[in-house]
């Protein structure tokens, strides 16, 4: 009674045709074709016979009850950004759902531990700014003063828009019961990069999420009129910090896996005819190695005040976030290492660069691991986001082969 | 009969109390307190017994009539910025005023040729956003279509504030017939740069002011998170942009005498977790030589290109505006020289960065020179713009002997 990755295709092209247009997935958070899509999944999981219900931050449940308690949590999104992809989130609910069925199939009603489905509610944001407002709920982890006041671009609190869906903000944190058997998380996920595009590879088991450092740095100088301010003189702010553009590249060169971005650049008084006062970038980095990160932002900042000295400007950094790295399980690592291998792929190890629910239940202490599946252009959020359906069938089926292991694991640790 | 510097010294002092205040000189052209100065000008150059009247453009003229209708005319602009420096404009003016007065009491009413001042109408365009007003309009330069166009930040028009003050806008360029009989044009001013001061000399000799090359250049890569992007894939505009800041420094230095300015930057999508899709900047170069701007333009196309083609991007050239190098006539560079070393100081020829009024004449076909005196900070159109007292009075005597050259110049072309 092997799964059937083709249905899970089909089903991803049902879903895309309900809750898309032509610009792509239109399944935000909190909207009516998100509700649409949720009753859809609902419709889908009861044929399984799992117990299905909400929780308090609107994370919709599917358990199919084990001889233990003990359970493995097989986690997805189905809400996407505006004009979104058709994988991002949803590829990982509906091979759930998939593998819910082979279980059920399999044990004729129970399973030797637990199995819960869970679509985590709002992973992107995309209405209201803040992503993983679900899984951040469950794991205890979101900002709750933070979160209550964002309102969207129409002006529509959360508290007001998630109480249309049952939701009491207030309560969002009660959630976190569900995760008191959670012994470990498995999450399949369309990669949001070109790595294993470029790797030609079909399947990834990733080792978690990278750790980020976002800051803000203002070189300051002195205007002066372009004409008649010979280069010598000039305390130019611009010139230090194009220079950290290519900084950038090489610092992250020598981290080895780690990740930099000057994803913003503002003049002052950002007129032609003088010399650039203020010049302020954003920079972040990201690194899966606690160390490396800290070394990458050490390294950054030794930069910035070299140029800082060679153009007479002063310098100034301004953290704006941070987050450390989050390693998921070596087991269920090893594990995913494994069933990929079992489908006749190579296994290969990535980090993730975006966040995933994975890393607030990972966040939470429950032992987890993601696989990726290749994305053919490397881009999501996007409506050309697209998987070779050959890649997307394996990877439904490596999956529930991790999930098999980790069915097994979990059994064995308790029994 | 020397002239008296001093006097020109304590003019100016009282002047600034006139129309200055605790935040600097208030001259503004076209309104009160800049109809309030060249009232007072009025007055000054009345004492001289010239002809006086204003032109179609608003420029004040004095006239000393001489044995030939051949002109030296010498120039400058008692209107200020707002804020503005205490020598800016108004030292050139008084200047001639001294030197009218010598030149009444030296040839008892009628010097070998006619000697008249100018003070220019609006050099600084302030109000409107539009310098060299009245002697554009005398050169026959001014773009009238542009400066009709023109409104202060309260939204009224430049026509109507001009009419205010006398001047039907239709017809400013009727003052080109000032032009007429003009021999040679001379103006003194305070340098707006450091150059001087650098060089500890108190005058110099301006060779002409720079050809300007003013251009947006727009680096166009691609959008990508800056998590999930391996630096190697990246089309990174900023990276781009950045190099072209230092780039500018050597192609400066190459150039001899040219300045090059970024002077702002801007980020497209511009979010932290972005790399930059499209990054531009504005690069003004400036330089005396027209061949040398063309290579320093050349040569910044070749470096965008370059980086472009480095890091995977496009790159487009758009031109903002230009304008030829404006170069001073060689005989009369000479006498400014000599004049300069006839008081003592070191001559030393340099380009004039900023445009002023007397490039304005010399585009007319005028002979044309100007002599900087020593900026204490380097700095104008600041409060703190100053010049010492011993300079100013060195000024105002070498200023007097180029005058004097000037006019047995004139004289022995027309015998």
Request: negative net charge.
């Given at each position: 009674m092997p799964i059937d990755p083709k249905r899970t295709v089909a089903e991803l092209k049902e879903l895309r045709s309900l809750t898309g247009d032509e610009n792509g997935a239109q399944r935000v958070a909190f909207t009516p074709t998100w509700a649409k899509a949720r009753k859809w999944l609902r419709s889908k999981v009861e044929g399984t016979g799992a117990e299905i219900h909400n929780d308090s931050a609107g994370n919709f449940w599917a358990t199919l009850p084990g001889r233990s308690d003990k359970a493995l949590l097989i986690g997805g999104h189905i809400d996407s950004v505006p004009n979104g992809g058709w994988l991002d989130g949803c590829l990982n609910t509906l091979a759930g759902v998939e593998i819910l069925r082979r279980i059920k199939e399999q044990y004729k009603g129970e399973p030797p531990v637990t199995v819960r489905l869970v679509d985590w509610c709002?992973?992107?944001?995309?209405?209201?700014?803040?992503?993983l407002f679900g899984s951040s709920a469950c794991s205890g982890k979101i900002d709750m003063d933070e979160t209550r006041g964002l309102k969207d671009k129409d002006g529509i609190r959360l508290v007001d828009a998630v109480k249309e869906h049952g939701i009491d903000f207030e309560k969002v944190k009660d959630s976190g019961k569900e995760l008191r058997n959670a012994a470990a998380y498995i999450e399949l996920h369309i990669e949001q990069g070109p790595v294993l595009l470029d790797l030609d590879l079909p399947l990834g088991t990733v080792l978690g999420t990278f750790g980020v450092e976002r800051h803000a740095i203002t070189f300051r100088g002195q205007a002066a009129h372009s004409g008649s301010t010979p280069m010598n003189r000039r305390r130019d702010a611009f010139l230090a910090a194009g220079k950290m553009g290519s900084a950038i590249y090489e610092i992250a060169k020598r981290s080895g896996q780690g990740v930099c971005t000057i994803g913003s650049c503002t003049t002052k008084p950002g007129i032609v005819t003088s010399v650039v006062e203020e010049c302020r970038i954003t920079l972040v980095q990201r690194h899966l190695d606690a160390n490396a990160l800290q070394q990458m932002l050490d390294e950054a900042k030794a930069a910035s005040e070299k140029f800082a000295k060679e153009g007479n400007v002063d310098v100034a950094w301004e953290r704006i976030w941070n987050i450390e790295p989050i390693l998921f399980n070596n087991e269920l690592i090893g594990m995913a290492d494994a069933a990929i291998a079992e489908t006749g792929a190579k296994p290969h190890r990535l980090p993730s660069g975006p966040l995933h629910d994975a890393a607030e239940v990972a966040r939470a202490g429950v032992p987890t691991v993601m696989m990726f599946v290749q994305s053919l252009h490397g881009i999501s959020h996007n409506k050309i986001e697209d998987t070779k359906e050959e890649h997307l069938e394996l990877a439904v089926t490596a999956f529930d082969k991790l999930a098999d292991k980790a069915i097994r694991w979990i059994a064995g640790r308790v029994d």
């Open positions: 709002d992973e992107e944001g995309a209405r209201f700014g803040k992503s």
